[in-house]
């Protein structure tokens, strides 16, 4: 299996990180099991799980890193694993933000729900402006000195808030953020293509984008409306139903046909030619296999030309999304 650097960090990941946003949730935890088993077995290494999945739910915030926890324990494969979560979105009762003293308590919520002495790569969810960003990252230094992180990352920061935080951290000597965990898709291309893209390119920042598939859509199971009730995230595919979605799909179609591959397939290997590794979650094995076979596709010069035309970003239509 190819070995990816997430940033300077001295981890590596598969081409793949499995999203565990829907343990708990979508997928209960005797199929969470037989994904996260299947996973590794096959010789994937990385898991990106959040404390916020799935408050949302029944389950509550917190359940997708029980549920991580739980199989840790009954598998025994902590040491065969890359446990990513993330901190600072709004887990109630003024829990959120990336405050020392919330990431603290934040941390040790985490690892007690995992059933681990250390999380490999602890990513702030979101910016938060409130917090000067010298507060955040010395905090981190001190999780890393205490071992109970290895690396930090962040997910849905502004260009120019990576790079202040980043030489902050680097000005004091301690830990900057490793990865950059962006909304980038076919669909969603304009934000970081337009900015992050050649900044963690230049940096050396391991680039981990969510909604690889664009909640589904870019698998082609949504072409209408009408197939919006197909699943519980199919009320947030809608805004990928535009002219511009379609030709996409039909890009995504040609090209899967043409190469013996699915459409998500297609979709996550356009992916892994850019960036470190993309994340996609799975609620069974059969659709987590399908996944996985992206990693064996090698896209020409063809059907890359093909994707990126139909893709060219409307950066006037971007929508912005946080997960």
């Not at 405050?99 to 938060?128: K, N, P």
């Not at 898709?185 to 050396?204: H, I, S, T």
């Amino acid at each position: 299996m190819e070995m990816r650097p997430l940033g300077r960090s001295g981890l590596s990941t598969a081409p793949l990180v499995l999203g565990g946003n829907v343990f708990g949730w979508t997928a209960d935890e005797k199929a969470s099991f037989a994904v996260l088993d299947a996973f590794v077995g096959a010789g994937f290494n990385a898991i990106d799980t959040a404390d916020v999945y799935s408050r949302w739910s029944p389950a509550g915030g917190g359940a997708s890193e029980k549920v991580i926890g739980a199989w840790l324990k009954a598998s025994g494969k902590r040491d065969k694993v890359l446990i990513a979560t993330k901190f600072g979105m709004e887990m109630g009762e003024g829990k959120k933000g990336l405050s020392a003293r919330w990431m603290m308590q934040a941390v040790e919520d985490s690892l007690s729900r995992l059933g681990t002495d250390r999380i490999d790569l602890y990513q702030s969810h979101a910016d938060d402006k409130e917090t000067p960003q010298e507060e955040t990252a010395e905090a981190f230094a001190r999780l890393v000195k205490a071992g109970k992180v290895r690396a930090v990352g962040a997910s849905n920061f502004e260009v120019d808030r990576l790079k202040s935080a980043n030489e902050i951290a680097e000005r004091h000597g301690w830990p900057r953020y490793e990865t950059l965990q962006p909304l980038y898709n076919l669909y969603d291309r304009a934000p970081f293509e337009a900015a992050q893209a050649w900044v963690c390119k230049a940096e050396g920042i391991g680039v981990i984008p969510y909604y690889a598939l664009a909640s589904g859509f870019l698998t082609g199971k949504y072409r209408s409306e009408a197939d919006l009730a197909k699943s519980p995230r199919g009320r947030g595919v809608k805004r990928y139903l535009t002219p511009r979605g379609l030709s996409i799909v039909g890009a995504l179609d040609e090209v899967s046909a043409r190469l013996a591959a699915t459409p998500a397939q297609v979709a996550l290997a356009w992916l892994m030619a850019k960036i470190t590794a993309p994340i996609a979650s799975a609620t069974g094995v059969a659709q987590l296999t399908e996944l996985m076979g992206a990693v064996d596709l090698k896209l020409d010069a063809e059907a890359m030309a093909a994707l990126e035309a139909a893709s060219a970003p409307e950066p006037a239509l971007h929508e912005s999304v946080v997960a």
